[in-house]
């Protein structure tokens, strides 16, 4: 039961270098995540699905794109990387719709981009 | 807006020690609330939620009260031990339709030591 897998696990980018981010779950959730983790932030959401073909912004979207062309996968795309972007991005999926569910979190991508 | 409150870290403790760490929230409906745990290196995993008030969340030793007069979950657990070094999230979420998004703390370093 694999859950939510995250690909690369690591990466370092030069400025301006584009990459993107890989999500992908096997549990038939709807919803799917994007967050990133800084120190002293907490988790901020930069986009999210809440199901095949479809995606919103969070509260941090700027300098990312997503796309959800199959219900497993969720992919974060960096088209030009700046430092402010070093951080560690995590995905997570959830299938409630009435609030009572969590989320099943990846175990996270490290990106330094230098 | 929705938002949650935990105490600054870190935490230090010794083994068997008590642990208390404190989480308040603000939001505009009746929201469901957790707690997460991210052990060094890993995602964050579900820890326990309430999802009405009055409810206790419990797993591993851990436990959380939902109380709406106060507007707070606080974590606690009678005899910390070395592995539960890490760092704790309280978290909440919307119930009803549409809200699909957790509003997360910005995280409560705890380090027990031997």
């Known amino acids: 039961n694999a859950g939510v897998t995250q690909t690369p696990k690591f990466r370092v980018l030069k400025t301006g270098q584009s990459m993107t981010l890989l999500c992908a779950q096997d549990?038939?959730?709807?919803?799917m995540y994007w967050y990133r983790q800084d120190p002293g932030m907490g988790l901020r959401l930069i986009h999210y699905?809440?199901?095949?073909?479809?995606?919103a912004k969070g509260e941090v979207p700027d300098g990312y794109n997503v796309s959800r062309l199959k219900k497993q996968n969720f992919l974060l795309g960096l088209e030009s990387a700046a430092p402010s972007q070093t951080s560690v991005y995590f995905c997570?999926?959830?299938?409630?719709?009435?609030?009572?569910?969590?989320?099943?979190f990846g175990s996270g991508t490290r990106l330094t981009v230098v | 807006g929705n938002s949650v409150t935990q105490m600054e870290g870190p935490v230090t403790l010794s083994e068997e020690a008590f642990l208390t760490i404190n989480c308040t929230y603000t939001a505009t409906g009746y929201p469901s609330l957790f707690w997460y745990v991210q052990y060094p290196g890993e995602g964050l995993q579900l820890l326990l939620k309430?999802?009405?008030?009055?409810d206790k969340g419990s797993n591993k030793g851990f436990e959380a009260t939902y109380r709406k007069e106060t507007t707070s979950f606080h974590l606690e657990k009678g005899s910390v031990q070395v592995s539960d070094s890490a760092v704790y999230f309280c978290a909440l979420r919307l119930s009803g339709a549409g809200s699909y998004q957790l509003t997360f703390g910005k995280g409560t370093k705890l380090s027990v030591i031997p």
């Open positions: 309430a999802t009405k008030a009055d």
């Open positions: 997570a999926s959830s299938d409630y719709h009435s609030g009572q569910g969590g989320y099943t």
């Open positions: 549990m038939n959730h709807e919803y």
């Open positions: 699905s809440v199901g095949e073909g479809t995606t």
